[in-house]
């Protein structure tokens, strides 16, 4: 069965750095997600997007995040200046169909010191 | 504020008894909604979805949920788990207004012994 991956698994980075987060969607879906899931608290939407833009984004969503679509196959979240509150499990996620099923990569763990 | 809401954060039961997981959604209108199982060390797997039609709702591994209109509720049920159904559930759900945009609840933690 086809699979959502994402890249790296873990990821330690110093407060105030840039870090890119990757995920490779199942190659014939068009919607694409990111999810974040901080310790204890529930999976929480940050951004979706189709045909090359956002599609809809959430508050948590600010200035210091943005989204690309660099080639044909991967999906790339960024943040620009990582605070320690970002410390959390991000999830990508795709669907072939707006309102279809979302299907989950195994996440990233991005912990900043 | 709409949400998605679980009623029970652990539950610890035997082999072959039968399981139910409460979920509430806060939506008014059309909504999909669906039910989520995460292994441990493992992604979110889809168990089920509703989109319209029949409410008794069959997934895999032999789960079922039962969308009752009236009174905002998808609950997740199996009537004999077994222990490899020891997981975390997350109910799930997305209006006509963002139907992309998932509002998940806070997940269940289920434990089932040998």
């Known amino acids: 069965e086809p699979e959502v991956t994402q890249t790296p698994s873990h990821q330690v980075t110093q407060m105030g750095q840039e870090v890119i987060l990757r995920c490779v969607p199942i190659s014939n879906h068009l919607y694409f997600y990111w999810y974040r899931q901080i310790l204890g608290q529930k999976v929480e939407f940050l951004v979706s997007f189709y045909n090359n833009e956002i599609s809809e984004k959430s508050e948590i969503f600010d200035d210091q995040f943005s989204v690309e679509r660099p080639d044909g196959s991967n999906f790339t979240l960024k943040i620009r200046s990582t605070k320690l509150e970002d410390s959390a499990m991000y999830f990508c996620?795709?669907?072939?169909?707006?309102?279809?099923?979302?299907?989950f990569g195994d996440g990233t763990r991005l912990s900043i010191l | 504020a709409q949400s998605v809401s679980q009623h029970n954060h652990h539950v610890i039961l035997s082999e072959a008894a039968s399981l139910e997981l409460g979920c509430n959604y806060s939506?008014?209108?059309?909504?999909?909604l669906f039910w989520y199982v995460q292994y441990p060390g493992q992604h979110l797997q889809l168990l089920l979805k509703y989109f319209s039609g029949d409410p008794l709702v069959k997934g895999i591994k032999g789960f079922e949920a039962e969308f009752i209109k009236s009174k905002f509720s998808f609950n997740l049920r199996k009537p004999s788990v077994q222990w490899s159904d020891t997981a975390e559930y997350f109910c799930?759900?997305?209006?006509?207004?963002?139907?992309?945009?998932?509002?998940f609840g806070a997940g269940t933690q289920v434990v089932v012994t040998p």
């Open positions: 799930a759900g997305a209006t006509t207004d963002s139907w992309g945009k998932l509002q």
């Open positions: 996620a795709s669907s072939g169909l707006l309102g279809g099923p979302q299907h």
């Open positions: 939506y008014g209108g059309t909504v999909n």
